[in-house]
């Protein structure tokens, strides 16, 4: 009988490896150091929040590491890695701070793709009585000094092209349903923001789309965003796609225009996702009924919850208005230096050549 032996690819340590990846590393640097002169010259100040915390978020799909903390005294209690420093950036905003922004190492289980690693690196920034307009506007100059530094003045992400230099689209979620999907998305939502969930059921089946009898209508808009929606962003130029449906936005708050939607958007590149931004939620009674909701969702989903970070909820009350982004840093060096995948713009990656 012959052997067949299986290959496995070198390590990201092994020298000739390293001098392969050393140009996409050397490239993310420079558009890191391009980034914090940006924020600088912006009067923001860097901030380093701790990656433990009470609760690492409370979002339905999310997915943390937990640990334990054993005290001295023999008590112990649960910790989690943050899957965003969201919580502790916005405690600082109730404490006085107007302008700030991090480069945090954040911790997502469940997630590995080329485009996904389980610890990566988040850009995370905030504006103090700012619209969440001026992070489109933010974002748009991000990509330009992204490409400058990199060296990439052309984004390529699997047979995709996008010009950084050219100012992004901004579509709205119901237009691009419209446009990709031949759905009317806000027809399935009440002027409260509560969703219909056989209406879009309707839609969907009539575009031929597969459903679910347990699909709920967050799962029927997740898939046509993922199937219709997003392959066609970022095509040319960048998108923001903007003014999700208040379901898909836990922690932004409502339109003034349109209780429909939401202030939120997401940044496109080569239909890779690179930022999520709102105009955030600042009523700590409506947060915790946004997290209660959502944390229902994940125990029937899932099986398990996590805590809410009652610390965080009563910063809320004191918290100014603000708008805040976080943005896949690891993404935006991956398109910036030409690489194709996320662990070849990463110094020491958790996982290696998947």
């Given at each position: 009988m ?15 490896v390293?001098?392969?990846r050393?140009?996409?590393?050397l490239?993310?640097?420079r ?13 923001f ?18 997915h ?5 903390y054993?005290?001295?005294d023999g ?21 006085g ?6 480069f ?20 995370e ?29 052309m ?30 998305l ?23 789309m ?35 449906p ?6 932004a708050?409502k339109?003034?225009r ?5 202030e ?12 999520n ?6 009523d700590p009674d409506?947060?915790r ?7 229902a ?15 965080f ?25 030409g ?6 713009v990463?110094?020491?990656?958790m996982?290696?050549g998947?």
């Open positions: 012959r052997n067949i032996s299986t290959s496995r690819p070198s390590p990201w340590w092994h020298p000739d390293h001098a392969d050393r140009p996409f590393l490239a993310r640097n558009v890191q150091q391009a980034l914090r002169g940006f924020f600088t010259a912006g009067d100040i860097e901030v380093d929040t701790a990656a433990l915390q009470v609760s690492p978020g409370n979002e339905t799909h999310l943390a590491f937990t640990t334990r054993d005290a001295p008590s112990s209690e649960a910790y989690h890695l943050h899957t965003s420093p969201e919580f502790a950036c916005k405690k600082l905003l109730a404490a701070e107007s302008r700030l922004y991090t945090a190492h954040v911790y997502r289980n469940r997630e590995k793709s080329p485009t996904h690693q389980p610890e990566f690196t988040m850009l920034w905030y504006r103090a009585r700012e619209t969440y307009e001026a992070l489109m506007d933010d974002c748009a100059a991000m990509l330009r000094i992204a490409a400058e530094a990199g060296g990439e003045t984004f390529r992400f699997r047979g995709m092209e996008c010009d950084p230099l050219v100012e992004p689209e901004r579509l709205t979620v119901a237009n691009a349903f419209a446009r990709f999907a031949g759905m009317d806000l027809s399935t939502i009440a002027t409260d923001g509560e969703t219909d969930r056989n209406a879009l059921l309707a839609l969907v089946q009539d575009a031929g597969r459903t679910a009898d347990d699909d709920t209508w967050s799962d029927l808009f997740s898939r046509v965003l993922v199937e219709k929606v997003e392959p066609h962003l970022g095509e040319g130029r960048a998108t923001i796609l903007c003014e999700y208040t379901a898909e936005a836990a922690l708050r339109s003034p349109d209780g429909r939607v939401a939120r958007f997401e940044l496109y590149a080569c239909g890779v996702e690179l930022a931004a709102f105009g955030e939620l600042t409506e947060q009924r946004r997290f209660e909701h959502e944390m969702e994940k125990a029937r989903i899932y099986g398990e919850t996590y805590p809410l970070d009652e610390d909820l009563s910063a809320l009350a004191i918290m100014p208005e603000a708008s805040g982004a976080a943005l896949g840093f690891d993404r935006l060096a991956m398109l910036a230096s690489a194709v995948r996320l662990d070849q990463m110094w020491a990656p996982r290696w998947m």
